[in-house]
């Protein structure tokens, strides 16, 4: 059984920082693409941000460049996107995906997915 479990949320001040964890299991985990996507009130789901089977590649939203990074451990079957400069419109539920596709932003693309965690951004 696939089970990808976030963890990391929390509230913040505009400009502060936060780390989300996902901890992978039941998948080969080194021959995925794992990737980051939210969700906010009222909207539909969206790519944050993917990185590669051997974490050589990485994809980003054009609104976290330079502000938000994904890396993952292969050794520990974890992925984490380190987000710095936090906005207000940061605010959503995030969630930890994988895909065997090779690179993907799309979220039909993705087979297994976490619960969510809420990232909550004050001004």
């Known amino acids: 059984q696939v089970q990808l479990v976030e963890s990391g949320g929390g509230l913040v001040q505009a400009g502060g920082s936060l780390r989300l964890s996902c901890a992978a299991s039941?998948?080969?985990?080194?021959?995925?693409?794992m990737g980051w996507f939210r969700q906010a009130p009222g909207k539909e789901r969206e790519f944050v941000a993917a990185?590669?089977?051997?974490?050589?590649?990485?994809n980003y939203v054009d609104t976290v460049k330079g502000r938000f990074t994904i890396s993952r451990d292969n050794a520990k079957n974890t992925v984490t996107l380190q987000m710095n400069s936090l906005r207000p419109e940061d605010t959503a539920v995030y969630y930890c995906a994988a895909t065997r596709a090779p690179s993907a932003k799309i979220t039909t693309l993705y087979n297994y997915w976490g619960q969510g965690t809420q990232v909550t951004v004050s001004s």
């Open positions: 990185i590669s089977w051997m974490g050589n590649s990485t």
């Open positions: 039941g998948l080969p985990f080194s021959w995925h693409t």
